[in-house]
């Protein structure tokens, strides 16, 4: 039997585990236990890696989410199987329409019955078959613990802002719920690997019950094509820090290549606590968010989900909705409705409005006998205490409201706790007046969006309601601040669900609003609505998928780290590691060699660290060879390189990024850019002084050529805000002066234009050039963005006769990370060593070969 299984987590990075190609199989049906599956038909089956080229090529998606978009029924006629439909609700099956008719659509998710093991080798094929659908077959156990435990009773109400503060309120993280989270994961994981084709499919994975999905999918296929939607909140880092595994889920979405959000604000949240807790920043450029991840940009999408018009206007048109908004018209006549439709759980804020409405009544007696508000509450999806306090709650508020203010033939507050039909609940939209919307929290909330477009109606309901279809139709929202969709309704009363007074007063207000103002209010919302509906959502992620992919094919890719650390590494298939072997063997047959060297982050790891006596003896070595030409290229000033080089002789050095540069120690320093003068600092400092005093932890270096405003010290995410506001302001104040303002790692730079790095090395490769010295050897190597200067030069000066036809460059940088240089090492630990390699291989040919009049050309350099 072949098995996949990665119950281990430490398993993840094996890299064992076997591939089978999609053509010419059928697919595994049964998955009896977490993450062992049963086995593949041994037809064509084969190990192909990530890379190898697929047999497949038309476009397809796999969308995976929680549960599959159907309804199973057993049998009504008393044999054994079941029927299964199409759930027409789900929302997965629903954004298949914005996504072309020329899309295969595959979903891969759980059943919301549970399914016998004997049957379930019929259910999966009979499902395959029939709906394109992949069943995950989860031990019911294993589904308690994952669902009901981990999700429901932690990771959702955390997401929502609600602390584990004690084991009544969220309950106590609890490492076994987190276990089968994660076996969870890795059976949808298996679910998906059955079914695609690697280099041609896409991958939609949807909610926080699949969070670690793609760390799997992205071992198993490095480049796979994949987008993550989130369709709860995501909240502020305080609150998400608090998570023990807080971690491994960023980690995980962040092996995605497009992570969706409904709002900004979930948006800002997840990017913040990235920065905070990761380390990993974002830029926005051209209208684009992005992480840069290891070379891999990972977008981010903004753009809440619409709501399906076609089904919608379908269950108008219905005689069954046509009769029960007759009916309700009848029952209600001479009342104005409020409605409200939430789920019975503790973040919909139903006993909040109820309490508001309540003071409404209060507050104003002549609206008694006139208004009255339905309340349509729907099953609780979840369990638990919680969930039975706000029923009980819900029920004694409604039943004190009724022995204030109820009497015979007006009763104030009608709850509906039991399951309508969607045609129902459609007809309760159409007969109220106002929707009321008061969650708490709630990551998107689609029952405005319903309400809008029953409030315009059909020409039969018009008829029905004896309306006149010519004048136009009206309604009126009253929403939380704290859902998803508030911020795409600009027509509708705002409000903080935990201020009474303010939701009774906005009862009020959306009651006596005028009527020409309510129709200006419905019909900005209803074109919004009509226009960004679930096939707009749908179609706009697909298109950002795709465009987030289209480098995929040309990076090369490997995987690092254990378990759910585990990252790959994407780069320019160029990019390679520099070993030690290779440039000592060019180095030992090249003549005539420049070595330009940077100092902060790739001679020495620590900021502001004096070099030890490894690195200056490695430095006196390689100064020591006649063939070498050695030099420090370094943002310091010229004074600090001074002290801290001064023992090693024939040493260039480079100061300020280049402003100042002295060739050796018998030598006196030079400017490379001639300044008349630096009256912009008087500019400058002012500026800089204001985001130092309101940013703690920030200060500024003055430097000959340049003032720094450094926030290495500051918080990474306030220091990180500060810095692109001051690189605009700076840009602004200094827009006609001639200076150059950069950002680099932790610091706002300003400098007089034309002075950088690569400024150094073209002068360097001159002088060589005018000597007739042409270098057949370079070796440049720095960590950062000043260095990629330095890079430049050198790789261009290949191909301008600045170096011998048969030079050897090598232009590396420290990490792996998107550069223009060609090589790279891990760290400064790699650069020693490997800079010692050289220093060994010089001190051996001095040895053994006398020495070379190239020293006295050199030395005249």
């Known amino acids: 039997m072949v098995s996949r299984s990665y119950s281990n987590l430490s398993d993840l990075t094996s890299g064992d585990s076997p591939a089978f190609s999609r053509r010419g199989k059928k697919l595994s049906r049964v998955a009896t236990v977490a993450g062992v599956l049963s086995e593949l038909d041994d037809e064509n089956r084969s190990n192909v890696g990530s890379d190898a080229p697929s047999s497949i090529s038309q476009e397809r998606m796999i969308i995976v989410g929680n549960q599959l978009p159907l309804r199973a029924h057993r049998r009504s006629d008393g044999e054994p199987g079941w029927n299964f439909s199409w759930d027409e609700d789900s929302l997965l099956l629903q954004l298949k329409d914005g996504l072309g008719e020329d899309v295969e659509v595959i979903y891969v998710g759980c059943l919301k019955e549970e399914i016998e093991p004997s049957e379930q080798d019929d259910v999966a094929q009979t499902l395959l078959e029939t709906f394109k659908c992949v069943p995950a077959f989860i031990p019911p156990e294993l589904f308690t613990k994952f669902y009901h435990g981990f999700c429901k009773q932690y990771l959702w109400p955390l997401f929502h802002y609600m602390l584990p503060l004690s084991p009544d309120l969220g309950g106590r993280f609890d490492r076994s719920l987190w276990q089968a989270y994660v076996s969870v994961n890795k059976i949808f994981a298996d679910k998906v690997m059955e079914v695609i084709t690697p280099d041609d499919d896409f991958v939609w994975v949807h909610d926080y019950h699949l969070m670690v999905l793609p760390t799997f999918l992205r071992k198993r296929f490095n480049r796979v094509k994949l987008g993550f939607f989130l369709h709860s909140p995501f909240p502020s880092s305080e609150i998400y820090r608090t998570l023990p595994v807080r971690n491994e889920l960023l980690r995980a979405l962040l092996n995605s290549d497009l ?19 990761l380390g990993v920043s974002y830029q926005s450029k051209r209208g684009y968010i992005g992480l840069e991840y290891y070379g891999r940009t990972v977008s981010i999408k903004i753009l809440p989900v619409g709501i399906h018009m076609g089904q919608l206007h379908s269950v108008l048109d219905l005689p069954e909705t046509e009769a029960k908004v007759a009916e309700l018209q009848n029952k209600y006549e001479g009342q104005t409705v409020l409605l409200g439709v939430d789920d019975m759980d503790i973040f919909k804020g139903i006993s909040l409005k109820l309490l508001a409405f309540e003071q409404l009544l209060t507050q104003h007696p002549d609206m008694r006998g006139k208004i009255m508000l339905i309340q349509i509450a729907n099953p609780a999806r979840g369990r638990g205490k919680d969930v039975q306090e706000i029923q009980s709650e819900t029920y004694a508020t409604v039943n004190r409201i009724k022995q204030l203010f109820g009497r015979p033939g007006y009763d104030p507050v009608v709850l509906i706790d039991t399951s ?47 309306l006149n279809p010519s004048v136009p139709k009206k309604s009126m929202l009253v929403v939380s601040e704290f859902i998803g969709c508030s911020p795409s309704l600009s027509g509708a009363i705002r409000v903080n669900p935990w201020n009474i007074d303010a939701v009774a007063e906005a009862m009020d207000s959306a009651l006596i609003i005028a009527d020409l103002e309510k129709q200006m209010r419905h019909d900005k919302h209803y074109k919004y609505v009509s226009s960004h509906d679930v096939a707009y ?23 690092i780290g254990f378990g759910l650390g585990f990252r790959v590494i994407a780069l320019d298939p160029s990019f390679r590691k520099l070993t030690v072997e290779h440039i000592v063997s060019a180095y030992k047959r090249t003549k005539s060699r420049a070595i330009l060297l940077d100092y902060d982050g790739t001679m020495q790891s620590a900021v502001d660290t004096s070099p030890n006596a490894e690195a200056i003896g490695i430095l006196n070595k390689l100064c020591r060879d006649p063939k070498n030409f050695v030099f420090i290229v370094s943002g310091k000033n010229k004074e600090t390189l001074m ?79 500060q810095a692109k506001e001051l690189l605009d302001h700076l840009e602004s104040v200094l827009a ?14 300003v400098k007089p234009q034309g002075v950088n790095k690569g400024l150094v090395a073209a002068q360097l490769l001159a002088t060589m050039r005018q000597k007739e010295v042409l270098p057949d050897f370079v070796l440049c190597i720095g960590d950062d963005r000043s260095d990629e200067d330095m890079f430049e030069v050198i790789m261009q000066a290949m191909t301008n006769e600045s170096l011998s036809p048969v030079a050897e460059v090598f232009a590396c940088t420290v990490g792996q990370k998107p550069s223009k240089a060609k090589y790279y090492l891990e760290n ?25 009049p190239q020293r006295a050309v050199m030395d005249k350099l």
């Open 828 to 852: 400064t630990s790699e650069i020693l060593r490997m800079l010692q390699g050289l220093a060994d291989a010089s001190e051996l040919l001095a040895k053994n070969v006398t020495q070379s």
């Open 643 to 721: 002290r801290w080089f001064s023992s090693c002789e024939n040493l260039g050095m480079a100061a300020e990024h280049g402003y100042f540069v002295r060739p050796n120690d018998n030598m006196n320093w030079e400017t490379c850019v001639a300044v008349q003068d630096f009256y912009w600092k008087q500019i400058v400092e002012p500026v800089m002084q204001l985001y130092t005093e309101t940013t703690d932890g920030s200060f500024i270096e003055t430097k000959e050529s340049a003032l720094v405003w450094n926030y290495q010290l500051a918080d990474r995410d306030f220091g990180s805000c």
């Open 537 to 559: 959502w749908a179609h706009s992620f697909l298109q950002d998928l795709e465009r987030a992919c289209r480098d995929h094919v040309r990076r090369r890719c490997w995987g």
């Open 736 to 749: 006609n002066e001639p200076v150059s303002v950069k950002s680099g790692q932790h610091i706002v730079e």
């Open 420 to 466: 309508l039909h969607f045609y129902e609940r459609i007809a309760y939209y159409v007969i109220a007046e106002c929707c009321l919307v008061t969650a708490v929290r709630d990551g998107m909330n689609l029952i405005p969006y319903e309400y809008v477009v029953c409030r315009q109606g059909t020409d039969k309901l018009d008829k029905t309601l004896g």
């Open 259 to 277: 992570i969706g959000f409904h709002t900004f604000d979930y948006a800002r949240h997840f990017l913040s606590c990235c920065s905070r807790m």
